[in-house]
């Protein structure tokens, strides 16, 4: 993908002089407006292939806040592909309007198809798929969030030389490929720590069908109950976050992720003088849709 973007700056977080840290946030979500954080990386390269092979039609699946469903819908516009979303939940057929992630893609172009829950747990099945070609023909699939083999060489890129010197880096984790390709690019000595939006430890198998380093663990205290699912507590800490630092957090991944991060520095888990390097993947398109869902619930929301 040809793309003019920015650079990704590591910015230096305020902490109290109690913790004696040095902690970083890399700015991955100011790469590109709309194509930003770790989906610009893990299109990359299947973009590529699906023009090595010819294929004009992407075809990808994600929920009503699905930031891998607006960044794909985008990147077919900007590229001439078609797309297609599957969508979790057939009751969001007729609620597009209401829906800041759903009317952008669909103003990219992009074709949905909205499926129940139900249906949507066989995304993965050889019978599911052979339907999806029935219906639509020949496309090229991405996987829900975008991770593949071809996403993880892409996200091997986030880190570069002038990383080398920090001893911790931390990730937010949704399908795993993005710390898949954390992890390959790291140096001996580093760390990398991986925060997941969702509950369960399946992601460690994911991960290990892309890595062979032993360097990395997933921490799992900070999902605040899956994926989607915020509090009143991490909405004031995103706000309060935004406010000292003038940098702001998403409430599904990086939000979660620096909630974790500052309650291991209260609770003493980083060697004093340790530098430690955040990346921020994104995500910021959702925060509208969240604050929709905060307002009918009568709670705070992300400003």
């Known amino acids: 993908m040809i793309f003019q973007l920015n650079k990704s700056i590591n910015q230096p977080v305020v902490l109290p002089e109690q913790y004696g840290v040095h902690l970083f946030l890399k700015r991955e979500d100011n790469i590109h407006p709309f194509i930003s954080g770790n989906k610009y990386r893990k ?20 929920g009503a806040y699905s930031n891998h469903i607006a960044a794909v819908a985008f990147t077919g516009q900007k590229f ?46 050889m019978s599911f798929i052979k339907k999806l070609k029935a219906e639509f023909n020949d496309f090229y699939l991405l996987p829900e969030g975008g991770t593949n083999a071809l996403a993880v060489k892409g996200c091997e890129e986030i ?36 925060f997941p939006a969702l509950k369960g430890s399946f992601l460690k198998e994911d991960i ?10 997933i921490i799992n205290e900070y999902h605040f109950g899956g994926y989607a699912k915020i509090n009143i ?20 991944y990086t939000g979660k992720m620096m ?21 921020h993947t994104g995500g910021l398109q959702g925060i509208p849709g969240m604050n929709n869902v905060l307002r009918q619930k009568k709670m705070p929301i992300i400003v």
């Not at 800490?237 to 702001?248: A, G, L, R, S, T």
């Not at 520095?265 to 430690?276: A, D, P």
């Open 159 to 194: 880190l570069t030389g002038d990383d080398n010197h920090f001893d911790y880096v931390c990730c937010a984790m949704g399908t795993g490929g993005t710390i898949s390709g954390i992890i390959n690019s790291s140096k001996d000595g580093q760390q990398i720590l991986g």
């Open 43 to 62: 299109l990359k390269y299947n973009i590529e292939e699906a023009k090595k092979l010819g294929i004009s039609k992407l075809l990808t699946f994600g």
């Open 259 to 279: 909630f974790g991060i500052f309650d291991l520095l209260e609770k003493g888990f980083f060697k004093r003088e340790s530098r430690i390097l955040a990346i």
């Open 80 to 125: 001439g592909f078609e797309t297609i979303g599957i969508i979790r939940g057939d009751e969001l057929e007729d609620k597009i309007p209401e829906n800041p992630t759903l009317l952008f893609a669909k103003g990219c172009g992009m074709q949905f198809k909205f499926i129940t829950r139900e249906s949507y747990r066989e995304k993965h099945s």
């Open 208 to 217: 290990s069908r892309f890595v062979t380093k032993k360097n990395w663990s």
């Open 233 to 252: 507590e991490l909405i004031e800490f995103i706000n309060q976050f935004k406010i000292e630092n003038n940098i702001q957090l998403d409430p599904v």
